[in-house]
């Protein structure tokens, strides 16, 4: 991809953001078409003719919803307000690209089972004529070196779906995000879906079988709860609500991240300093790495809301809805673990812990009490798994995802987000009692031991106090004052409780 990109204008954006909507509307009827014709020739008889038509007519669907998700998130993305919502939609960019390619060429032993192999490439027998083979080898050479551009980047992928045990990766990967670079990527790939639609409009109308496609059959999907206002006249109040907190939740998460860089810092001024002092900082860091996955899940939750809300098309606000379950799913699994095996969790890695090495019964109950409390919520987001896997992969089929996006209720799922979001509180809340915990062994058993290290610190602190002025020298500075007098502990708990 070229990084030398020159930065879009507004009327370049506002023209690829009309462009982008003109897709959605264009390919929308026509997508819910080809899948009540595709739905009845799975009905009909199983002929030569039938099977080639049906084979065109799955990689037209294909086509036509690929461009339609990526040209959703784009638009999603140009309304973002914030950097940290615009962030939110740019990553899925690539994941969108990374999913779709996955289903139409596949990736190493899966390719057998990927579109263009199962369905696409029996046609070269089936159709004897040479232009088409031509073709097909044409075409099929593109989509081969597509995979081969490194357009997509799959660690940036499972950071965008599967968040990280160390935070810190997914806030550097969400950095690194251009609004310019993630348009070529787009660009890329709907080059190549361009060319795909074009050999199905030169081949597909010689295997035409005649279907009749009464208007009663289109009634299926005439109806969809994406339609309704469910916030009726609140929707500008709850737009503004969910954008006040992405802004609030990410000035947080900002702090949260350069405040993880402390044990580094202190090690590097304090090169001596023992394990057994160090021990209360990392047992910190820990704790305030589960703030920061909270605080993924509410910019996350907040932006996919907002999405919906912005959206102008039905299949629009289908596809921002689809994510607040992925959100739900993939944060709850990141922060408690959905699976037996749970040691990746956040509530494992780093809450327990501080727990178990806690003596107070009060701390010990609360503790139970929650951990019951999110057993009980992790039934629940278990069975949302299917739905999951639809909103994530394409291998079901695009008809069985399209049939789940149809039946979408922005009610249900936003219900889902409440679910969460009413338990988060009480998490934060205890995460600042294991703050308290730590502070206070800090304070009984190591406040001899630290005497020399407060000293250096002041040391230290004279020194930098003579360096030139800069941001990192300032945040180092108010680190070390507030380790040293306990308004680090204070701070990051009043965070916490914001």
């Known amino acids: 991809m070229d990084n030398k990109k020159l930065p879009a204008t507004p009327e370049s954006r506002n023209a690829l953001y009309e462009n982008m909507g003109k897709t959605i509307e264009s390919f929308s009827p ?256 820990e704790i305030q790495k589960v703030a920061i996955q909270l605080t993924y899940l509410y910019i996350d939750l907040a932006s996919a809301i907002r999405a919906f809300i912005g959206s102008e098309c039905t299949i629009e606000k289908q596809l921002s809805l689809k994510q607040v379950n992925t959100i739900i799913f993939e944060g709850y699994n990141k922060l408690y673990g959905l699976n037996d095996d749970s040691e990746e969790s956040f509530w494992k890695a780093y809450v327990y812990p501080v727990v178990l090495d806690n003596e107070d019964e009060s701390i010990i109950d609360e503790f139970k009490s929650i951990d019951e409390e999110l057993l009980s919520l992790k039934i629940k987001v278990k069975t949302f798994e299917g739905q999951r896997q639809l909103s994530v992969h394409l291998d079901k089929g695009i008809l069985e995802i399209y049939s789940m996006l149809h039946n979408l209720n922005p009610v249900k799922e936003l219900q889902k987000v409440l679910q969460l979001l009413n338990i988060l509180p009480r998490v934060l809340n205890f995460l600042t009692k294991c703050l308290s915990i730590i502070d206070f062994k800090n304070q009984a058993n190591h406040e001899k031991k630290m005497a020399p290290t407060y000293e250096k610190i002041d040391n230290i602190i004279s020194l930098l106090m003579k360096t030139p002025s800069s941001q990192q020298k300032d945040d180092l500075i108010k680190l070390l004052e507030g380790f040293k007098t306990g308004e680090f502990f204070d701070e990051m708990k009043r965070r916490m409780r914001e």
Not at 85 to 99: A, D
Not at 132 to 137: G, I, L
Not at 219 to 232: E, M, V
Request: aromatic letters at 10%.
């Open 30 to 285: 026509i997508l819910k078409e080809n899948i009540i014709i595709k739905e009845m020739l799975d009905e009909a008889v199983d002929n030569k003719a039938s099977k080639i038509l049906d084979a065109f007519l799955s990689l037209n669907i294909y086509v036509q919803y690929t461009n339609i998700e990526l040209a959703s998130v784009l638009r999603a993305s140009f309304r973002a307000n914030s950097l940290a919502e615009k962030q939110y939609n740019l990553k899925w960019i690539n994941c969108v690209i990374l999913e779709a390619y996955k289903h139409l060429y596949g990736y190493g032993g899966k390719r057998k089972k990927s579109l263009w192999i199962s369905s696409i490439k029996p046609l070269f027998e089936a159709i004897g004529n040479q232009e088409f083979k031509q073709d097909f080898n044409a075409l099929e050479n593109l989509i081969i070196e597509f995979g081969k551009s490194n357009v997509t980047n799959v660690e940036k992928r499972n950071l965008s779906f599967h968040y990280d045990i160390e935070p810190i990766s997914v806030y550097n990967m969400l950095l690194e995000l251009s609004e310019e670079e993630e348009v070529q990527r787009i660009i890329c790939f709907m080059n190549l879906l361009q060319d795909i639609s074009l050999f199905i409009t030169k081949h597909i109308r010689e295997y035409a079988v005649p279907i009749n496609v009464e208007s009663k059959a289109l009634l299926k999907y005439a109806f969809t709860f994406s339609d309704f206002d469910i916030f009726q006249n609140n929707r500008d109040k709850v737009n503004s609500t969910m954008e006040e907190a992405i802004l609030s939740h990410s000035q947080r998460l900002d702090t949260f991240i350069r405040q993880q860089s402390l044990p580094e810092l202190i090690k590097l001024q304090f090169k001596d300093i023992d394990s057994d002092s160090m021990d209360p900082i990392h047992r910190i860091i």
